[in-house]
């Protein structure tokens, strides 16, 4: 009977002594301190009780717990030990040790009789150098145990077989290793599996992982049904519509991809990008493919809007009648209006074609007609247009030698579009080819009947050269004017339109206004567009200061904040008022360009190459007055071709400025200037960025240079060079000429160079230089940094602080 001392005990199943002792002391056995020692029946007692908790012994979980990345490891390398078929006998012993989980009484027995020595043995050193390895092998023990026993067999039963016996005890041992791996592995799980057993940290950090995902993932669901049930809910069932929308526009009020609204456009064979616009019939029945029911409102009320009062009859007191010239190139308006005022406009005109709208009011046998003098050419369509509308009766100029033309025709149109009446001058009368039964014969042909044929169309025969049949031709005017009865209201806020403004540098916005209704009075303040002010100072077409301009009457105006456009509505009203209306139209006017500048957009540009890769020919217009401005960007517009879009990036009064380089260089733009000059800083900012800068004196040529390019038949052009430029720093008046004081700034100025005055961007005067001197010596070439006395050919209005630019025209190849 061996005798075992307390702690060594404790020790054995890695409890402390303490416990022990409690253990046997509930047995009755005397035990006080741990080097006590108890007999072996003390020792199974013991055994029995922590024998039973080492299935999950408490002291072990404890360390098991703390060391668990050393009990990984060791399970991580068990498996090599394990499966080793030639382990040593210590392995066995290992096994052994470690104890099985469900032990028959036969390997208790066996436990009993070998056990113990080898426990002591064996457990000591492996306690001390693996610590707490024994939850992973304790976990291999079951299988083994088998093995043991066998091992017992073996040894025991069939001594003779023993090389046969341990060959196959060895494959059962490899057997068992594996399954008690798979076992191991199945234990763990139960561990895991809701037996209470506390998890290693091992198996905690991996839960927690493992929850962290499944958090995640529901985390994902949630948002992605979120995002699902939101989009469903932005799809709309019912929309309203209250005019044209973009498809952009549409798609956003029906919640859908503009994709889908372009391809539903497409099976409807409508051909539209994002920001094309569609009609409310088109956008009902792609709602409608969609399912979505469509309401059709009234479109809201804009703040910006001026609703106009109509005047009551008994207000209404009778007024002149305003009369529009219209025709075809050529063929006499500003002759005919020339005659009618007594003065000659036609020969300060660049390229002999009318370039801005004038008014003028004359009067004829006490009676007074206003005249809007609209330019012939093609180019003022869109001036024409508006001309009409302001119109009361429209005289159309047909030269009696060429009859209807294509711009005759289009006259036609506009008149009969605006409602008014048209009286037809036969012009050049004077003139051998004269025809004018064949000019009426064409004209009946596009529904005017002369009144001696049946019809109602009055039509004078006229010279404007020999200024025959103009009384016949006003006297038709007042006629046809008393029979419309032409009425207004003058006592009330003036109401008008814009004819033509422009900046002038010392007077500010100057802009010709027609009043139309009520009366306008210098003080009054005024609202045209976004321009507002109050009216400074009011001239007539004659020059002369008015306090009053009543209806139909033309008149010059100062005191607008800002150049206003020409064709904008005016009205006099409230100071607060007209500034909060513009400070609205200007917010408004913002969104509008932004909106503007976002479509060009990588989805358009896609749309574009879809549409048979359409390609955008960008334009940017400056001009010196606003009625050119719109002249220009009309016909540019109007310039048809199936290769290349016109776009006018950009249209402004004034001098061509960095920013619009920037612009085109940022738009790939060409800058076309009409009468205006980049300054040196700007032709080197255009230079850099390879912009594109062209400036013209006619607008024909412009739009011809741009046809011509289309059409991939540019002819070569002379473009200029700018040799030099003077400032003017004073200005002498001699007997002789007028001697611009002016220092070279840049290249040089030559005494038969070609020249252009400039004043603040806008050319003034396009001609020669009459002589250049250097003192009092004439010189054929003054260079940078020197002074000079220049002075024009046939120009004498030259200021201080205008520039002197030389240039020549050199032969360039096409860049369009
Ligand atoms: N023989 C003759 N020539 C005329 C008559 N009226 C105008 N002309 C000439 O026709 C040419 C054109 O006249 P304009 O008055 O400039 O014609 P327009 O229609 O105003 O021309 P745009 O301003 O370019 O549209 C000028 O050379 C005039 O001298 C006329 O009654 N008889």
Redesign the pocket.
């Known amino acids: 009977m061996s005798k075992k001392r307390v702690h060594e005990i404790a020790k054995e199943f890695g409890v402390e002594s303490k416990q022990v002792i409690s253990i046997l002391q509930q047995h009755n056995i005397n035990v006080t301190k741990a080097v006590n020692s108890v007999d072996d029946s003390g020792y199974d007692i013991v055994k029995k009780q922590l024998g039973k908790k080492s299935e999950a012994p408490k002291s072990t979980q404890k360390v098991e717990q703390k060391s668990a990345p050393t009990a990984a490891h060791k399970q991580e390398a068990a498996p090599h030990k394990q499966q080793n078929p030639n382990r040593s006998k210590e392995h066995k012993k290992d096994n052994y040790k470690q104890g099985g989980q469900k032990q028959d009484d036969q390997s208790k027995q066996n436990d009993h009789k070998k056990g113990n020595v080898r426990h002591v043995q064996i457990s000591e050193p492996t306690r001390k150098s693996e610590g707490n390895q024994q939850s992973g092998d304790r976990a291999n023990n079951r299988p083994n145990n088998n093995n043991r026993n066998n091992d017992n067999r073996n040894n025991n039963g069939r001594p003779n077989d023993a090389r046969n016996n341990d060959n196959r005890n060895n494959d059962n041992r490899n057997n068992d290793n594996r399954n008690s791996n798979n076992n191991d592995r199945r234990n763990k799980k139960n561990k895991k599996g809701g037996n209470n057993r506390p998890q290693s940290l091992l198996s905690t950090s991996m839960q927690k992982k493992k929850n962290r995902v499944k958090h995640r993932n529901e985390q994902y669901l949630q948002q992605k049904a979120e995002a699902e049930r939101k989009a469903e809910a932005a799809i709309a069932t019912e929309i309203e519509l209250s005019g044209p929308l973009t498809v952009k526009e549409l798609a956003e009020k029906m919640g859908r991809e503009v994709s889908e609204i372009i391809k539903k456009l497409m099976l409807l064979g409508v051909m539209a990008s994002i920001n094309q616009e569609v009609d409310v019939d088109t956008a009902t029945i792609v709602a409608e493919e969609f399912g979505v029911t469509v309401t059709e409102v009234e479109p809201e009320e804009d703040p910006t809007d001026i609703i106009e009062i109509e005047d009551a009859p008994e207000t209404l007191k009778p007024r002149p009648p305003v009369v529009t010239i219209m025709?075809?190139?050529?063929?006499?308006?500003?002759?005919?209006l020339?005659v009618i005022r007594q003065t000659n406009v036609?020969a300060g005109?660049a390229g002999?074609?009318?370039q801005h709208i004038g008014a003028y009011q004359v009067r004829y046998n006490d009676n007074k007609i206003t005249f809007l003098d609209t330019?012939?050419?093609e180019a003022f369509t869109a001036m024409r247009l508006r001309g009409a509308k302001s119109t009361d009766i429209a005289v159309l100029?047909v030269?009696a030698d060429d009859g209807v033309m294509p711009q005759t025709i289009e006259a036609i149109n506009h008149a009969k579009s605006a409602d008014v009446p048209i009286i037809v001058a036969i012009?050049?009368?004077?003139?051998p080819g004269a025809n004018p039964d064949h000019v009426k014969q064409q004209l009946s042909e596009h529904g005017l009947l002369p009144e001696e044929w049946g019809g109602d169309v009055i039509m004078v025969p006229?010279?404007?050269?020999?200024k025959q049949g103009i009384d016949d031709l006003l006297e038709n005017i007042l006629l046809v004017a008393e029979v419309m009865e032409l009425k207004a209201n003058p006592n009330r806020k003036a109401y008008g339109v814009v004819i033509e403004a422009q900046l002038d540098k010392g007077r500010g916005a100057v802009c010709t206004v027609l009043v139309q209704k009520g009366s306008l009075r210098v003080g009054d303040t005024v609202l045209a567009g976004t321009a507002y002010g109050k009216v400074r100072a009011m001239t007539n077409e004659r020059g002369e200061k008015v306090k009053v301009a009543r209806p139909s009457m033309p008149v010059e105006i100062l005191g607008f904040s800002e150049v206003p456009q020409a064709g904008e509505i005016i009205n006099g009203m409230d100071d607060n008022e007209a500034r909060a209306i513009a400070e609205k139209r200007i917010a408004k006017q913002r969104v509008q360009e932004l909106q503007a500048t976002h479509k060009v957009t990588l989805d358009d540009i896609f749309n574009q190459i879809q549409q048979g890769e359409l390609k955008d020919l960008n334009i940017i217009i400056k001009a010196d007055v606003q009625g050119s401005v719109e002249a220009l960007r009309q016909s540019l517009e109007g310039i048809k071709n199936p290769e290349v879009r016109i776009v006018i990036v950009h249209a402004a009064v004034g001098a061509i400025n960095e920013s619009d380089i920037m612009l085109a260089s940022a738009s790939n733009a060409i800058v076309m200037g009409f009468n205006v000059r980049p300054d040196a800083n700007v032709r080197r900012a255009a230079e850099n960025e390879k912009v594109d800068l062209r400036t013209y004196r006619v607008i024909y040529d412009a739009i011809n240079d741009v046809e011509s390019a289309m059409r991939g038949m540019l002819a070569p052009q002379f473009k200029e060079v700018v040799v030099g430029r003077a400032e003017v720093r004073q200005v002498i008046s001699t007997p002789k000429a007028i001697v611009a004081g002016s220092y070279v700034t840049e290249g040089r100025i030559t005494n038969d160079s070609e020249v252009r005055l400039i004043r603040d961007g806008i050319v003034v005067f396009e001609g020669k230089v009459d002589s250049l001197r250097r003192f009092k010596d004439e010189v054929k070439e003054v260079k940078t940094s020197f002074e000079c006395g220049i002075s024009l050919e046939g120009y004498r209005d030259i200021k201080e602080g205008d520039v002197i630019e030389a240039y020549l025209m050199e032969e360039v190849a096409p860049q369009i």
């Open positions: 025709g075809h190139v050529d063929h006499g308006k500003t002759s005919l020339d036609t005109e002999g074609i009318t330019p012939g050419h100029v030269a012009n050049k009368m004077d003139k006229v010279s404007a050269k020999q």
